[in-house]
T-cell receptor, first 114, second 112 residues
Framework: QQQVKQSPQSLIVQKGGISIINCAYENTAFDYFPWYQQFPGKGPALLIAIRPDVSEKKEGRFTISFNKSAKQFSLHIMDSQPGDSATYFCAASVSGAGSYQLTFGKGTKLSVIP | DAGITQSPRYKITETGRQVTLMCHQTWSHSYMFWYRQDLGHGLRLIYYSAAADITDKGEVPDGYVVSRSKTENFPLTLESATRSQTSVYFC???????????FGPGTRLTVL
């Protein structure tokens, strides 16, 4: 059972464009939604995260939009740059469960072309 | 240097051999995790540990064994490696009061 569904699998965006990656979850107990960025040959690193008490969080060119009723959240990368080319993973967890386990989506490979 | 390290970074082994992947963190984080990353599957949790001597299964634990005698170390052992265990393995850790997981650089394991 895949609890976090991520789309698209791959994305090609022109430099300066907007990259949008979507995730949907099933478990209504999830209350922490991070996005991780992974460059080739490296481990994933936290990019930005949101909790369901807000509908949007922005950090620089990166924005998470959260729709609790639809059980969906998305990552928007404004003014996409070639340096943003990486694989992006959404994830979700239940804070109070005590295990801090993250359930990951399958990832989106973003390519930003000049 | 502070952080989370994994060794070896690359490993080639044969079917049936025992392999141990090492993970070491210098932050004294309570929680540690092992994931495997495969194309089309993303990151899947193998085992996790809440503290020394406390471990629990994740989504794909079969064929793997873990131990945690010290807070800073969390080795992962493949007791009898199979080709299906060819993957990239990541170790991660987090403080008990935060959700952010910090990942190591990964170990690329090939089982022939």
């Amino acid at each position: 059972q895949q609890q976090v569904k991520q789309s698209p699998q791959s994305l090609i965006v022109q430099k300066g464009g907007i990259s949008i990656i979507n995730c949907a979850y099933e478990n209504t107990a999830f209350d922490y939604f991070p996005w991780y960025q992974q460059f080739p040959g490296k481990g994933p690193a936290l990019l930005i995260a949101i909790r369901p008490d807000v509908s949007e969080k922005k950090e620089g060119r990166f924005t998470i939009s959260f729709n609790k009723s639809a059980k969906q959240f998305s990552l928007h990368i404004m003014d996409s740059q070639p340096g943003d080319s990486a694989t992006y993973f959404c994830a979700a967890s239940v804070s109070g469960a005590g295990s801090y386990q993250l359930t990951f989506g399958k990832g989106t490979k973003l390519s930003v072309i000049p | 240097d502070a952080g989370i390290t994994q060794s070896p970074r690359y490993k080639i082994t044969e079917t049936g051999r025992q392999v141990t992947l090492m993970c070491h963190q210098t932050w004294s984080h309570s929680y540690m995790f092992w994931y495997r990353q495969d194309l089309g599957h993303g990151l899947r949790l193998i085992y996790y540990s809440a503290a020394a001597d406390i471990t629990d299964k994740g989504e794909v634990p079969d064929g793997y064994v873990v131990s945690r005698s010290k807070t800073e170390n969390f080795p992962l052992t493949l007791e009898s490696a199979t080709r299906s265990q060819t993957s990239v393995y990541f170790c991660a850790s987090t403080r008990s009061s935060y959700n952010e997981q910090f990942f190591g650089p990964g170990t690329r394991l090939t089982v022939l």
